[in-house]
Structure formats: C-alpha cells, structure tokens
C-alpha cells in the first residue's frame, strides 16, 4: 500500500514536471504566479532607459498678417504710425525624443519639430543642448536631431517589432503636458493598426500605456529595455489618453538612421517600379482568394525593377521576404523597411498561380532630370514651380511610379497660378494644343503670346482641361 501510494506520488509529481517542461518549452512568457511575483517592480528598466529619454523644444518664428487697417490715417492717429503692420511672435512647441546614438542622434516625430527655427533637447538630469535638424520625413512622422555639442550619451538598443505579440507589456516613456519625465505601464493592444491621417504608411503598434500630448517622439520600450516604437498620437475625442495610443514601429527608426549614415537629410526609400491598390472584397472574389488580402499591381513602370523580376499588371502581392502582406500599407511599410541594394523575395499570386518573384531594391533614379523652373512673366502660369516627372520625383510626391511628363510642384500664393486653381502634384498635358514633355517646353509656352490660353490637366487620375480668354 506504501509502495502504491508512493508510486502515485512519483507518476503525480513526474506529470507535473513533465507539463511544466512542455509549458517551458511551448512558450517562454510567463503570467505571474504568485503575489510575490506581482510585486516586482519596473524601476530597474526604468533607471536603464529613462536617461535616454528627452525632452524636445521647438521654436518657429511666424510672420502675422498686416491688418487691413494699417495706414488708415484714424487709426494710425490714436495707435501710431505701427497700428496694424506685421509683426514677428514665437511659436514654441514640446515633445519627447529618445538618444539613438552615443554621439548625440535623438529621434524625435517630425511633427514636433516641424518649421522650427530653433532645437533644444533636455535631458533627464536638466542638463539642455542646442541640436541641429539633420532629417525630416513627413510620411512617417520621423525626424532626426544632433546635438550640437556631443558627448558621451546614454542611449537606447533598438529592438524587433515583428517579435512583439498581443498582450506583451510595454513601457512609454515621454513628457506629457510638460510636466517632466512620466513613465506609464500597458500592454501591446494590436499590431499593424492603421491610423488615418498621421503617416503613409498606417502600420502602427498599438498599445493602452498612457500617451498623452508631449508624449509624441518618446520611446515605447519592452520588458528587455529596448526601444521597440517611438509614441506618435492618441485616438481621443476629449485632448486626454483614453487608452488607444500609437507608436511607430523602430524599424523605421533604423531606416532613417541608415539615412542619416549615408549623409541623407531626406529619407532614402527603395524603388520598386510599380503602383499598388487595395484588394477589395469584389476584386478577391473574382480571383478565387479567400478573403481580401495583399495588394493589387495596378501599374508596371516600364524599365524599373518590378518590369524586370516579372512582376504583371493585376499581380496580387501576398508576402515580402516571408512576411504576410495582408493589405497594401503594410506593403509599403515592409518596403521601406527592407533596405537599400538588396533582393526581396516576393511572393505573389499571378494568374491563378502563387510564384516567387526577386526583385533588387534601389533608390528611384531621377532620369531625366528634375529641372526644377519657377514660371514668371504675365502668363497664367506665373507662380508655378515645375520639375520634369523622374521616379525619384514621383515617389517625392507619392504619385504613380509609372508618371512621365512636366509636374508642378509648389504654387506661389496670390500668383496667377494660384488664382486659375493650379495645385501641386497637378501634371501638366497641353497648353494650346502642344503637348507638354519638359520643363523647357513649358517655360518657352508661358513666355508666347496668346490672345487665349486653353490647357489639360491630369489631377490624380482625372484629366481637365481649361479655357482662358
């Protein structure tokens, strides 16, 4: 009966060590398990990570309008001769950044720093340095300062997003409200979230850490003390965090740094030669798919690197270098954040067939050359600022990689340009019959002598043409 009762006792005590084992072995997380557990404490990560973490101050000089009762002789007699003429105020804003490199580099989101004039950073130990704009990039809301003066800074490792899972705790580290450095605690709420409105790419990671304004450019780190998101926006409908935040994923960062290595202000993005569109529900089930997923081949630039692996008009793009494709921003994510000179397996569903296709990723050419002019004279077209269509070009102006022809690219306020309803990114066709194919062309057109003027068009697809007498 001892024996027996033994024997059970070994085969209940094997058959937990066993199951432990497997639970080791299926998965290295663990939940707490005991109240002991649940007192452990974040404060050694934070005293890790917390001195890379700063504040950002930006300052903009911004130029008020003159009153529409400057020089009114009443006015100026009870005001002065100054009543009403434009004067110069500073605009200041704060935002977070995180020290991505001992020699100073602090990653920060482009929207805190946008248009300043002057860049400040403070540390958490109070110590402030002046810092130098070395690169912005508005489709990812990403933008990287020097620290003028350098010295030996703590920083923080970058991590891989694409190991994070659902309910993985994370830490953001930022300064909302200006109130100083706060550190809140949550878990990772989705991945690949799309958020309309603050980048290109709508391939962010979610998380219910408090962010709050001031936050956008901190760090979201995991339990490893790597920096694995920069803290962007909040989804809210008070200004206050109602638990739905956003973080752009650090390989981005990584991508802009590469950038920044290879002495770019701008960042450097790979060129596929090829224009892609939503699956729609319509479009997976006329091809037989499933559900919706990946993302359509809408247009092949002709010499580009899509042309050349292969890829076809009507191709559905399903997975990049083994990463599911599941929409077409995260196509654009997987992309930017694949490198430069480098092949991609791309995997894609082509004619009822699932093929593998290399393609090599470059920076877009800018053949021919962009020729940037700025149209004068008395022509309607004064004010326009114009550049010859490049793949380097259009993928500047996320137009299609398939575009040829003359682009404007900015329009003076109040000029001709302006008033007639030129746009930026507008493409221009015909003036008075002759086709438009460079800007050369077009600036000898704006300078003829026209007693009416007629000209296309093309404004996102959508050709329109104008008469002016």
Do not use: C
Not at 217 to 237: C, D, K, P, Y
């Amino acid at each position: 009966m001892k024996f027996t009762l033994r024997l059970f006792s070994f085969i209940v005590i094997a058959t937990a060590a066993a199951g432990s084992v497997l639970a080791s072995a299926q998965s290295t997380k663990l939940v707490p398990q005991s109240a002991e557990q649940i007192r452990f404490s974040y404060a050694p990560l934070v005293k890790k990570i917390a001195p890379a973490v700063v504040n950002v101050y930006a300052a903009r000089q911004v130029r008020q309008r003159r009153s529409p009762f400057a020089g009114d002789p009443f006015f100026e007699q009870f005001f002065g001769r100054s009543f009403g003429q434009p004067r110069q105020r500073t605009e200041r804003s704060l935002g977070s950044g995180v020290i991505v490199g001992g020699n100073g580099l602090v990653v920060t989101n482009n929207h805190v720093i946008e248009g300043a004039d002057e860049v400040k950073i403070a540390l958490s130990d109070g110590r402030e340095f002046a810092a130098d704009i070395v690169l912005i990039d508005k489709r990812s809301d990403l933008a990287v300062l020097r620290v003028q003066e350098p010295e030996d800074f703590p920083t923080v490792p970058l991590g891989n997003p694409d190991e994070l899972e659902v309910g993985d705790l994370v830490l953001a580290i930022g300064n909302p409200f200006g109130v100083g450095q706060t550190v809140t605690s949550g878990i990772v709420s989705a991945l690949a979230r799309s958020q309309g409105g603050v980048d290109d790419f709508g391939f962010f990671i979610q998380t219910d850490a408090s962010i709050n304004p001031g936050n956008s450019g901190g760090a979201l780190v995991n339990m490893q003390g790597e920096l694995i998101g920069i803290n962007t926006s909040i989804f809210t409908r008070s200004g206050g965090s109602n638990g739905i935040g956003f973080a752009v994923p650090s390989d981005m960062v990584r991508v802009v740094l590469e950038s920044v290595n290879l002495g770019s202000s701008t960042l450097l993005r790979p060129w596929v030669g090829a224009d892609f569109q939503a699956v729609t529900p319509d479009i997976s089930e006329s091809l037989g798919m499933d559900r919706p997923r990946g993302a359509l081949v809408a247009g092949v630039a002709k010499g580009g690197p899509a042309e050349a692996a292969g890829m076809r008009l009507g191709d559905i793009v399903l997975e990049l270098d083994g990463n599911p494709v599941e929409h077409i921003n995260a196509l654009g994510y997987r992309l930017a954040t694949a490198g430069l000179d480098r092949t991609v397996d791309v995997k894609v569903l082509s004619q009822d067939q699932e093929k593998t296709l290399q393609i090599r990723l470059q920076v877009a050419p800018e053949d021919p050359p962009r020729d940037l002019l700025k149209l004068t004279g008395r022509s309607p077209f004064a004010g326009a600022e114009i550049a010859n269509i490049s793949p380097r070009v259009a993928s500047e102006l996320e137009m299609r990689a398939s575009l040829t022809g003359v682009v404007i690219m900015n329009v003076e306020r109040g000029s001709p340009a302006q008033r007639i309803g030129l746009r930026p990114k507008d493409i221009l066709l015909e003036v008075n019959e002759e086709r438009v194919s460079n800007t050369r062309q077009m600036q000898k057109l704006s300078q003829a002598r026209f007693r009416a003027w007629k000209f296309t068009i093309d404004r996102d697809g959508r050709q329109f043409t104008r008469v002016l007498r």
